[in-house]
């Protein structure tokens, strides 16, 4: 994704036949941090504004995470 002359890489991209919409992956190595939510929601929007096509529903956008918090 081009956005005003820098790069941004979503991890995987693919197209869901039966829910007709793409859905975005982003692989996290730590846990999850409030900003990874705000990176997707920048890839939603774009996908959803110059790459989704007629008939085709909005992005879904998932985020997987190797680590995780402690219990305390």
Do not use: T, W
Not at 4 to 10: A, I, N, P, R, S
Not at 21 to 38: H, I, N, Q, T, W
Request: net charge negative; with cysteine; proline share 6%.
């Amino acid at each position: 994704i081009n956005v005003d002359d820098e790069d941004f890489y979503l991890d995987l991209l693919f197209f869901h036949r039966r829910l007709r919409r793409l859905v975005a992956v982003e692989l996290k190595l730590g846990k999850f941090m409030p900003a990874d939510s705000g990176q997707m929601e920048f890839y939603l929007r774009y996908l959803n504004r110059y790459e989704r096509l007629p008939g085709e529903e909005s992005p879904l956008g998932l985020i997987l995470c190797a680590g995780k918090s402690e219990p305390r």
